[in-house]
Each structure stands twice: as structure tokens, then as C-alpha cells.
């Protein structure tokens, strides 16, 4: 007669289960089986011995090193039972507190045989602690697929591991199983896989167990209502598509799972949805609609992200990075081939190139040719579109036209972004010219789409973000060039922009590389110092380039002519240093704390786009985004409060133009930012929900500010742009001219 291995994985039991368990299988209709128990637990040794002993059963003990979960102590017993019984063909898997009916392995064994498949499963009844049967069979109770096809497994395990009898050939396949951090997914859906990408499942409808519901159960009997987030959507997709692709690895190329790794394929599941609600079975419909829909966006979105400046070539490591996303939801590891297989990878994954790590935006894209007929300054900024311009790379720009004012060649190269229309791009440029005759000094380049550029030995750079530092840093190397070194435009702490990581790392390093530094205020200098860093040349500094007479000249109009006051937020929810949370929670407990209603204040947000925002008192913040540049002073000459928030050394322009415009602001300070030394009406806020809110209390209540209040003072954060312009102007000419301030 066939003999067959039982393993059962036994953790803290109940001894009354654990005998009437081991009670029905040594009452089963074929008799030639040997059971293996693995001591999950390490602790159960002498409790499994003398059940065994009572139930008339002999037993293989495995005590494991550590404890283990479900998962892996089939995993351990499986392994080791191959080892122990080399003949046997046939392997069985049994819970702890279950009830085998007389037939469940000779039922099983027949059918397997019969339909000559690797897996065979039942039905099941449903008991309760006592052993009484409760409500449907398990089938009808989790109303599972009718399928026990590969795509189906993962859409919804369709086998349940203690009703399931299957070849050696399917336990040698599926050893190892796939890692997972905790348990994402059971041992006898991956088992189902091998077996349903092999010869096939068979299903029996007649029950063979009796599956005992109590509160300890592992896993009991669920609906299968599937993820009730998008968090767990994602994590539901990540886990199939991590076990289809470890299964293509183990067995092969898999047609039914071909939607997983083929977009083109995605419609598919669109039908298994139609085809398992048309059978009531909603909870895998949805999993398979939530399969279609990622499966199709995953391209799109990668496409996406190398249109926005990373080039075709990163499409593959964007579509890995959201995959590793995924993966770390669930099943947090990344699919690949068994130790055992060597460390080379499968045939059916290839090894992706190294480049795809790179940051491309501190690789140098452009070769210097040094056939130019005079030195230029080139000015090294992110983007030269007009509508990708902000005060960052404007203040870059100011700071080349006033070089090339001095009769310097001016070149200002794009970096990251290629230059969509350079005649619109060249005149944005020029419009921020004081003088016609610059023109002749000022050339436009496109550093992205690679090619020559024209370079000569007395050339200088200017770096105006932390990656252009590095390029800058790169073109410098070459022993050819006078100037060996090159100014740093610093608008920022630009390490706070990100968590710790490779651009944190490399923000940081961008201060070490040999720079002269130019700071946007005395304020950023001195933060930058506080965090010991040392330049070799002492740094220029500058006040931010903010016109202050544009606004402070705006006639404000009478208080008492209003509709009602206005309070205007910077509003960027996508820029984490503006604190936009922590804006909106301050907002909600000042209009609380004054008793406001929607008839009292209007609150807009400048900035960026979003969705309006509800506040107590029925006041909602109306988003408007970005306004014209035509329209921004005059708007804010109408606003009466403002709040602009930025968790940086640098004071960022809003809370000045605010302040000019004849609002009372409210602001944070930071280190040693304290903007309410600037005026009286500008009030400095710890970056807290209480502060914030008494802030804007007190502001609200405060008289408007005088005319001579709205002239703001901006000496005492640095020079002008222009005296920058005179520093570098006088090291090129070698010249002892002094710089007014």
C-alpha cells in the first residue's frame, strides 16, 4: 500500500484537541502513513508524546533551534521529511485541533491518482470548540473560486493546507519557500501555486475535515471581503505579484500569470472579475479589479516619471523602484531565485544596469570642448523655462545679468530640464535686464541633451543648487581651466530637504567641495556655520531680492470699505518645509478661539494648488495657487492677515512682501531667523499649534502698520545682489575695486 507522510506543526495545543486530532488519524481508512510533528513552540515535546501514545500513533519529533510561526514550521517539517522518508511519494498536512474524517487520505490518494494531478483538496465542516458543527461547509462559507487555476490562487486561495494531500514533487519544487517578513502569505497557498503551474489541482466537494472555529485559531474560515484600503490594495497587488514572479522563477514560465509582468495582458483579470461576481464570490472580483487596475498603471506611471526629465533609459529602474514601494508593504522582500540555485539570477530576470541608481542629476550630461574665443561665466541652473522659474533660479539669473552688466560673457546652462522654446526662454531672461546692451553678453544653452560645449581655460561656474554643486565640482577637475574652484549660490539648507538618506548625504557633501560660498542672507550663513560647516573663502552674503517699494508704495484701501477682512496662507502642501498641516491646524484653532464664521473672514492659499480646505465656523480655505505675477502685489495690498510658514534659516519671500504690502504676518522662527526684527508688524511664532494660533489672534486684532513701517529695511541680512556681482567682478578683473553695499 502507498504510504503517506503526515506533518503537523504543533504550538502551545490544547490537549483535548491535540488527542482528538491525533485520535482521527490513527483511525484513518488507509492505514500506511507516518507523521511528523514538528515542536513549533520547543516546548510541547512531552505533551505530543503522550497524546500520540494514548491515540495508538508513533511519532517522529523535530525541535527547531528557535520557535517558528505556521509558515515555517511546515517549512522546516516539509524539508526534513523528504530527508527522513526518501521513498515516501505522498505528503499530507495536518492542523493541531482539527478532525480528520476515517477517509480524508484514502479519499484524497484516490483522487489524486485518479485525475493524475500534484494537489488534491476538500471540502470541509465547520466546528466549534466543543467539536458541534456550525452553519456551511467551508466553500459555501467563504464562497471561494470555482477555479484552482494559478491566477485564481492569488486572486483567492481557493486550498486550505490541512484538507490538501499532494506529490514529493511538489514539496521538492517548493522548497525554500519564498521569504516574507512576519507572515504575508500561508504555506499552503504557495504549495497550490506549484502544484496548479504543474499537473493541476484537484477539488473534492465532499468534506474530508472537520475544521475546528475557536478564538486561538492561526487562520479560521473568513468571507474574503478583500483590502479595505488603498494601502492594502496595494499591499494585496504586491503580494501576488511577488509570488507570481517567485513562481515563474522556481518552475518557469507561467501563461496564466502573464498579467502580472505584461500590461498588455491586464484585461484578463478584468474577466475573472466578471466571471467570479457573476458567482457572488465579491471579494476576489474586487481583488481582480484591483489587479487590473495597478497592472496597467504601473507602466504609465513609470512613463510618467522618465518624461519628467530622467530620460527613456530610467524607465526600468523607475518601475523597480515602485516595485520595491510595494514590496515593502508586503511581502517586504524583493521576489529572486532560491540560495540554492546559485547567486546568479534567473534567466527570466535580468540583471539591471548600475546606472539606474544614479542620481542623474549629478552626472555631467554635456562634454566641455575647449574651442571657445573668450571665458565666460556659466551659470548652472536647474531649468531655464519661464514657467518653471521661482525665485531660486530668478535670484541665479539676476546675479548673471548683473555680471554680464560688467561686460562679462554670461552663459546660463539648464541642467536638469531640456529647454522647451529657447527664443521664450531667452526672453524671459532678458526681460529681467536693466539694460538693453546685455544682450550681447547673455547665451542660453540646454545642458540636458548632451553634445559638446564650447569651454574655455578662464572660464568660471557658478552652482545655484547641491547637485549643480557637484557638476560644478566635476568641471573644475579639469587641470586645463584657470579657475580651479567655483562660487556656490546658497538659497537655502538644502539637507533639510530631505530625510537622511543619498540626497541628504549629498546636499551635505555639496559644502565640502572646495566652493566660494554666496549666501542669500546673513541669516543662512550663520545657521550654516551652527552646523560646523567651514568654508575656505569667506562668504559673500546678500539680502534677499525682494522690491520692497514694489509693495510698500501700494495704496491699501479702507478698512471700513471691505467686505470683509481677508487672510491669505502660502499654502504648499507638497513642500513639507512650509508646515502646510501644521498652517491648517493653527488656522482651525484661531477662527475656534476668535468665534469666527464664514460672514467675518476670507482665507485664501496662495502658493500651490489644492483642495479647498473646511475649517470650523464653516470657513473654507479657498485655494487659488500660484496668482500672476501682475496680480500678487496688488492681491496682497487687499489682504488684511497672512501666515507663511518655512522651516528653514532662510526667511523666503512671502512673509517680507506680506509685511510690505501692509499686512500683519505671521511667521516661525528658526535657529536664528527672527523675521519680527524686521518690523513690528511681522510677529515670530514658535512652530507650534498654541503659538501659532495666539499669533494670529494677536495679529488679527493689531492696528495696520504706518507707512514708514511697510518701508522694510533689508540691510541687516546683506549686501545687495549687486555687490556680489562687484566681488566676483573685481576677483576676475583682479582688481582692488571697492563694492558698495
Same mark, same amino acid.
Given at each position: 500500500?502507498?504510504?503517506?507522510?503526515?506533518?503537523?506543526?504543533?504550538?502551545?495545543?490544547?490537549?483535548?484537541?491535540?488527542?482528538?486530532?491525533?485520535?482521527?488519524?490513527?483511525?484513518?481508512?488507509?492505514?500506511?502513513? #507516518?507523521?511528523?510533528?514538528?515542536?513549533?513552540?520547543?516546548?510541547?515535546?512531552?505533551?505530543?508524546?503522550?497524546?500520540?501514545?494514548?491515540?495508538?500513533?508513533?511519532?517522529?519529533?523535530?525541535?527547531?533551534?528557535?520557535?517558528? #510561526?505556521?509558515?515555517?514550521?511546515?517549512?522546516?517539517?516539509?524539508?526534513?521529511?523528504?530527508?527522513?522518508?526518501?521513498?515516501?511519494?505522498?505528503?499530507?498536512?495536518?492542523?493541531?485541533?482539527?478532525?480528520?474524517?476515517?477517509?480524508?487520505?484514502?479519499?484524497? &490518494?484516490?483522487?489524486?491518482?485518479?485525475? #493524475?494531478?500534484?494537489?488534491?483538496?476538500?471540502?470541509?465542516?465547520?466546528?466549534?470548540?466543543?467539536?458541534?458543527?456550525?452553519?456551511?461547509?467551508?466553500?459555501?462559507?467563504?464562497?471561494?473560486?470555482?477555479?484552482?487555476?494559478?491566477?485564481?490562487?492569488?486572486?483567492?486561495?481557493?486550498?486550505?493546507?490541512?484538507?490538501?494531500?499532494?506529490?514529493?514533487?511538489?514539496?521538492?519544487?517548493?522548497?525554500?519557500?519564498?521569504?516574507?517578513?512576519?507572515?504575508?502569505?500561508?504555506?499552503?497557498?504557495?504549495?497550490?501555486?506549484?502544484?496548479?503551474?504543474?499537473?493541476?489541482?484537484?477539488?473534492?466537494?465532499?468534506?474530508?475535515?472537520?475544521?475546528?472555529?475557536?478564538?486561538?485559531?492561526?487562520?479560521?474560515?473568513?468571507?474574503?471581503?478583500?483590502?479595505?484600503?488603498?494601502?492594502?490594495?496595494?499591499?494585496?497587488?504586491? $503580494?501576488?505579484?511577488? /509570488?507570481?514572479?517567485?513562481?515563474?522563477?522556481?518552475?518557469?514560465?507561467?501563461?496564466?500569470?502573464?498579467?502580472?509582468?505584461?500590461?498588455?495582458?491586464?484585461?484578463?483579470?478584468?474577466?475573472?472579475?466578471?466571471?467570479?461576481?457573476?458567482?457572488?464570490?465579491?471579494?476576489?472580483?474586487?481583488?481582480?479589479?484591483?489587479?487590473?487596475?495597478?497592472?496597467?498603471?504601473?507602466?504609465?506611471?513609470?512613463?510618467?516619471?522618465? %518624461?519628467?526629465?530622467?530620460?527613456?533609459?530610467?524607465?526600468?529602474?523607475?518601475?523597480?523602484?515602485?516595485?520595491?514601494? $510595494?514590496?515593502?508593504?508586503?511581502?517586504?522582500?524583493?521576489?529572486?531565485?532560491?540560495?540554492?540555485?546559485?547567486? @546568479?539570477?534567473?534567466?527570466?530576470?535580468?540583471?539591471?544596469?548600475?546606472?539606474?541608481?544614479?542620481?542623474?542629476?549629478? =552626472?555631467?550630461?554635456?562634454?566641455?570642448?575647449?574651442?571657445?574665443?573668450?571665458?565666460?561665466?556659466?551659470?548652472?541652473?536647474?531649468?531655464?523655462?519661464?514657467?518653471?522659474?521661482?525665485?531660486?533660479?530668478?535670484?541665479?539669473?539676476?546675479?548673471?545679468?548683473?555680471?554680464?552688466?560688467?561686460?562679462?560673457?554670461?552663459?546660463?546652462?539648464?541642467?536638469?530640464?531640456?529647454?522647451?522654446?529657447?527664443?521664450?526662454?531667452?526672453?524671459?531672461?532678458?526681460?529681467?535686464?536693466?539694460?538693453?546692451?546685455?544682450?550681447?553678453?547673455?547665451?542660453?544653452?540646454?545642458?540636458?541633451?548632451?553634445?559638446?560645449?564650447?569651454?574655455?581655460?578662464?572660464?568660471?561656474?557658478?552652482?545655484?543648487?547641491?547637485?549643480?554643486?557637484?557638476?560644478?565640482?566635476?568641471?573644475?577637475?579639469?587641470?586645463?581651466?584657470?579657475?580651479? #574652484?567655483?562660487?556656490?549660490?546658497?538659497?537655502?539648507?538644502?539637507?533639510?530637504?530631505?530625510?537622511?538618506?543619498?540626497?541628504?548625504?549629498?546636499?551635505?557633501?555639496?559644502?565640502?567641495?572646495?566652493?566660494?560660498?554666496?549666501?542669500?542672507?546673513?541669516?543662512?550663513?550663520?545657521?550654516?556655520?551652527?552646523?560646523?560647516?567651514?568654508?575656505?573663502? @569667506?562668504? &559673500?552674503?546678500?539680502?534677499?531680492?525682494?522690491?520692497?517699494?514694489?509693495?510698500?508704495?501700494?495704496?491699501?484701501?479702507?478698512?471700513?470699505?471691505?467686505?470683509?477682512?481677508?487672510?491669505?496662507?502660502?499654502?504648499?502642501?507638497?513642500?513639507?518645509?512650509?508646515?502646510?498641516? &501644521?498652517?491648517?491646524?493653527?488656522?482651525?484653532?484661531?477662527? @475656534?478661539?476668535?468665534?469666527?464664521?464664514?460672514?467675518?473672514? @476670507?482665507?485664501?492659499?496662495?502658493?500651490?494648488?489644492?483642495?479647498?480646505?473646511?475649517?470650523?465656523?464653516?470657513?473654507?480655505?479657498?485655494?487659488?495657487?500660484?496668482?500672476?505675477?501682475?496680480?500678487?502685489?496688488?492681491?496682497?495690498?487687499?489682504?488684511?492677515?497672512?501666515?507663511?510658514?518655512?522651516?528653514?534659516?532662510?526667511?523666503?519671500?512671502?512673509?517680507?512682501?506680506?509685511?510690505?504690502?501692509?499686512?500683519?504676518?505671521?511667521?516661525?522662527?528658526?535657529?536664528?531667523?527672527?523675521?519680527?526684527?524686521?518690523?513690528?508688524?511681522?510677529?515670530?511664532?514658535?512652530?507650534?499649534?498654541?503659538?501659532?494660533? %495666539? %499669533?494670529?489672534?494677536? %495679529?488679527?486684532?493689531?492696528?495696520?502698520?504706518?507707512?514708514?513701517?511697510?518701508?522694510?529695511?533689508?540691510?541687516?541680512?546683506?549686501?545687495? /545682489?549687486?555687490?556680489?556681482?562687484?566681488?566676483?567682478?573685481?576677483?576676475?578683473?583682479?582688481?582692488?575695486? =571697492?563694492?558698495?553695499?
Amino acid at each position: 500500500m502507498t504510504r503517506i507522510c503526515v506533518v503537523m506543526a504543533v504550538y502551545q495545543p490544547n490537549a483535548e484537541f491535540l488527542l482528538q486530532q491525533l485520535a482521527s488519524i490513527a483511525a484513518q481508512t488507509h492505514t500506511q502513513h #507516518d507523521l511528523l510533528c514538528v515542536i513549533a513552540d520547543r516546548t510541547s515535546d512531552d505533551l505530543v508524546v503522550k497524546t500520540a501514545r494514548e491515540a495508538g500513533l508513533d511519532v517522529l519529533l523535530l525541535r527547531p533551534d528557535t520557535p517558528l #510561526d505556521a509558515v515555517r514550521a511546515f517549512e522546516f517539517g516539509l524539508t526534513r521529511a523528504l530527508e527522513a522518508f526518501p521513498d515516501t511519494q505522498f505528503f499530507a498536512l495536518a492542523d493541531q485541533d482539527d478532525i480528520w474524517l476515517p477517509s480524508r487520505l484514502g479519499d484524497g &490518494l484516490a483522487a489524486l491518482k485518479r485525475a #493524475d494531478t500534484d494537489l488534491v483538496h476538500s471540502d470541509a465542516t465547520l466546528i466549534d470548540h466543543q467539536g458541534r458543527q456550525i452553519g456551511q461547509f467551508l466553500f459555501h462559507y467563504d464562497k471561494r473560486p470555482q477555479r484552482d487555476d494559478a491566477r485564481s490562487l492569488l486572486c483567492g486561495n481557493t486550498v486550505t493546507g490541512m484538507t490538501a494531500l499532494f506529490r514529493r514533487s511538489v514539496v521538492e519544487r517548493a522548497l525554500p519557500f519564498p521569504p516574507q517578513d512576519g507572515v504575508h502569505f500561508y504555506h499552503d497557498l504557495w504549495l497550490a501555486l506549484i502544484a496548479a503551474a504543474g499537473r493541476g489541482i484537484t477539488r473534492l466537494s465532499k468534506p474530508l475535515v472537520a475544521y475546528r472555529q475557536h478564538e486561538t485559531n492561526t487562520l479560521g474560515a473568513s468571507r474574503g471581503q478583500g483590502p479595505a484600503s488603498l494601502r492594502e490594495a496595494a499591499a494585496s497587488y504586491a $503580494l501576488a505579484r511577488f /509570488l507570481a514572479i517567485s513562481l515563474r522563477q522556481r518552475v518557469g514560465e507561467t501563461r496564466n500569470l502573464r498579467p502580472f509582468w505584461k500590461p498588455t495582458h491586464a484585461v484578463r483579470f478584468i474577466g475573472d472579475a466578471a466571471r467570479h461576481a457573476a458567482t457572488g464570490r465579491f471579494g476576489p472580483a474586487r481583488q481582480a479589479i484591483i489587479f487590473a487596475a495597478i497592472s496597467a498603471a504601473r507602466p504609465a506611471w513609470a512613463v510618467g516619471r522618465a %518624461a519628467s526629465g530622467l530620460g527613456p533609459k530610467a524607465l526600468r529602474g523607475e518601475l523597480t523602484r515602485l516595485d520595491e514601494r $510595494l514590496y515593502a508593504m508586503s511581502p517586504g522582500q524583493q521576489p529572486h531565485a532560491p540560495e540554492s540555485e546559485g547567486t @546568479e539570477q534567473s534567466a527570466t530576470q535580468s540583471a539591471e544596469p548600475w546606472w539606474v541608481h544614479f542620481d542623474p542629476r549629478t =552626472r555631467l550630461r554635456w562634454t566641455p570642448a575647449f574651442t571657445a574665443p573668450r571665458p565666460a561665466i556659466n551659470v548652472l541652473v536647474p531649468s531655464l523655462n519661464p514657467s518653471e522659474i521661482f525665485a531660486g533660479i530668478a535670484t541665479a539669473i539676476d546675479l548673471g545679468l548683473l555680471l554680464a552688466k560688467r561686460g562679462h560673457a554670461v552663459r546660463f546652462i539648464a541642467t536638469d530640464l531640456p529647454v522647451a522654446a529657447p527664443a521664450a526662454s531667452r526672453a524671459f531672461v532678458l526681460s529681467r535686464a536693466s539694460q538693453p546692451a546685455v544682450r550681447d553678453h547673455v547665451t542660453l544653452t540646454c545642458g540636458v541633451k548632451g553634445g559638446t560645449l564650447p569651454t574655455h581655460p578662464g572660464d568660471l561656474y557658478v552652482a545655484t543648487a547641491w547637485w549643480t554643486a557637484h557638476l560644478a565640482q566635476t568641471l573644475t577637475q579639469d587641470p586645463r581651466l584657470r579657475a580651479r #574652484d567655483f562660487y556656490y549660490l546658497i538659497q537655502d539648507y538644502e539637507p533639510l530637504f530631505y530625510p537622511w538618506g543619498t540626497e541628504h548625504a549629498g546636499a551635505l557633501a555639496s559644502y565640502d567641495l572646495g566652493a566660494r560660498p554666496v549666501f542669500n542672507t546673513r541669516l543662512l550663513a550663520d545657521y550654516t556655520r551652527m552646523q560646523g560647516h567651514r568654508f575656505a573663502a @569667506e562668504p &559673500l552674503v546678500f539680502a534677499p531680492s525682494i522690491n520692497v517699494a514694489q509693495y510698500a508704495d501700494l495704496p491699501r484701501p479702507d478698512r471700513r470699505s471691505r467686505r470683509k477682512p481677508r487672510l491669505v496662507l502660502y499654502g504648499r502642501p507638497e513642500v513639507p518645509r512650509n508646515l502646510f498641516p &501644521l498652517a491648517i491646524e493653527s488656522l482651525g484653532r484661531f477662527v @475656534e478661539s476668535e468665534g469666527l464664521t464664514k460672514s467675518e473672514i @476670507e482665507i485664501v492659499s496662495l502658493g500651490l494648488k489644492h483642495r479647498n480646505v473646511l475649517l470650523p465656523g464653516g470657513i473654507e480655505v479657498q485655494s487659488r495657487g500660484k496668482l500672476p505675477w501682475s496680480d500678487y502685489p496688488g492681491f496682497l495690498a487687499n489682504s488684511d492677515v497672512g501666515l507663511s510658514l518655512m522651516m528653514s534659516p532662510h526667511p523666503s519671500h512671502p512673509p517680507i512682501e506680506m509685511a510690505a504690502a501692509g499686512m500683519r504676518v505671521v511667521t516661525n522662527r528658526f535657529g536664528p531667523k527672527d523675521l519680527g526684527t524686521l518690523a513690528p508688524h511681522i510677529l515670530s511664532s514658535d512652530m507650534t499649534v498654541p503659538a501659532l494660533s %495666539a %499669533a494670529l489672534s494677536r %495679529a488679527w486684532h493689531m492696528p495696520e502698520p504706518t507707512i514708514a513701517q511697510r518701508g522694510i529695511s533689508l540691510t541687516a541680512l546683506g549686501h545687495s /545682489l549687486d555687490h556680489v556681482a562687484c566681488a566676483i567682478d573685481a576677483r576676475l578683473s583682479e582688481g582692488s575695486q =571697492r563694492c558698495a553695499a
